[in-house]
């Protein structure tokens, strides 16, 4: 199976997506790269994981298999058509999002979009090597205070210049040595930078999130401080930090800023067993209680009526939209739940999937 023929176009597991079986997954990791990046920068990790954790890599367009395309314009435009692309997959089954440097701010944006759509809730959202969005004003909380902007620099290598401030943050990366390559992949990093520099949250501060946040960063990484990371503590009641110490294993020429994507395998050591830990300890389901819901699932599964359920998918057993009375619940152990119902059709409805989807 081609690795883009699984998920679509917004996923490349690359050659990884063989060594994945379905029935094993449990939890699933949506994990997006950092600026100028692609699917690739996680290629390999599968293979070094628990057969229960499956490795969802993004790829956004205008980069590699997607090079033909137009580049995203907007965090709002991109953040809103990966959701939309992954939205099955993560409705199947229990997902971790994952986000390094700038896929941190796009990993929060996507956890937001979902929440919008009354998607199911991630088992934990894990940003990596960046600050929290609410500092997200480059002038005033980029750590880089000589030029915190980069997107509008001037062409070339020269004093003053977007490749000589590229290289002084993040390391002169011989793969970018010539000036053909450099030309070649510049529009890119410019467009993802005009991203990162430009963004805005759309959570406050004061909004938590139901759900575990784990900050993690390479010791050593000058693009934010340790408080910065510490920051994203506002936004969960559950926040822990995790830091790696990975200067012994990076390239001479590199930075700890790059550290998933150079010596990610402490890292990756690490995500596996965290992933089966969140699984294990994931919510119950609260139970089904008589009174109105509607079907707003494609299995069958029930929201209370009052729910918005402008994104929900085509049902099995219903259509979407339905409203019915639940008159009786019976819960079985390790059995899915299931409710007998009336008005309009009578019966009962299995309803599987019922915790991710309560209003």
Request: with cysteine.
């Amino acid at each position: 199976m081609a690795a883009s023929a699984r998920y679509g176009k917004w996923v490349d597991q690359g050659l990884s997506a063989k060594a994945v079986s379905p029935m094993h997954v449990k939890v699933r990791v949506l994990a997006i790269p950092q600026a100028g990046m692609g699917a690739w920068a996680f290629h390999g990790w599968q293979e070094k994981l628990p057969k229960s954790v499956e490795m969802l890599p993004v790829e956004l367009p205008g980069r590699n298999s997607r090079m033909l395309e137009d580049k995203g314009q907007s965090m709002a435009e991109l953040v809103g058509d990966l959701v939309t692309a992954v939205m099955p997959a993560l409705e199947s089954k229990p997902f971790v999002v994952l986000g390094h440097s700038l896929g941190a701010w796009m990993a929060f944006e996507v956890c937001n979009e979902i929440e919008r759509r009354r998607g199911p809730k991630p088992l934990c959202l894990i940003v990596s090597g960046c600050r929290a969005p609410q500092l997200h004003e480059p002038l005033e909380h980029d750590a880089d205070r000589v030029m915190p902007c980069l997107h509008d620099l001037p062409k070339g290598s020269g004093p003053g210049s977007f490749w000589e401030h590229f290289d002084r943050r993040y390391g002169k990366n011989p793969d970018l040595a010539s000036d053909g390559v450099k030309d070649y992949v510049e529009p890119l990093l410019r467009s993802d930078f005009k991203i990162l520099e430009t963004y805005a949250p759309t959570r406050g501060a004061a909004e938590k999130f139901p759900f575990p946040v784990l900050g993690c960063g390479a010791r050593g990484d000058n693009r934010f401080t340790p408080e910065q990371l510490t920051a994203w503590s506002v936004y969960t009641d559950t926040f822990a930090e995790r830091w790696f110490d990975t200067a012994a294993t990076m390239p001479k020429w590199s930075t700890p800023h790059r550290y998933l994507v150079d010596s990610p395998d402490a890292f990756v050591a690490f995500l596996g067993p965290k992933c089966e830990d969140l699984f294990k300890n994931k919510p119950k389901p609260p139970p089904i209680r008589p009174g109105a819901y509607a079907v707003a699932n494609k299995k069958g599964a029930l929201v209370r009526a009052e729910c918005d359920l402008a994104s929900a998918q085509v049902g099995d057993l219903l259509p979407v939209g339905t409203r019915v009375t639940v008159e009786e619940a019976v819960h079985v152990p390790n059995a899915k739940p299931r409710a007998r119902i009336s008005a309009p059709v009578a019966g009962w409805l299995s309803c599987h999937v019922i915790a991710q989807l309560l209003g």
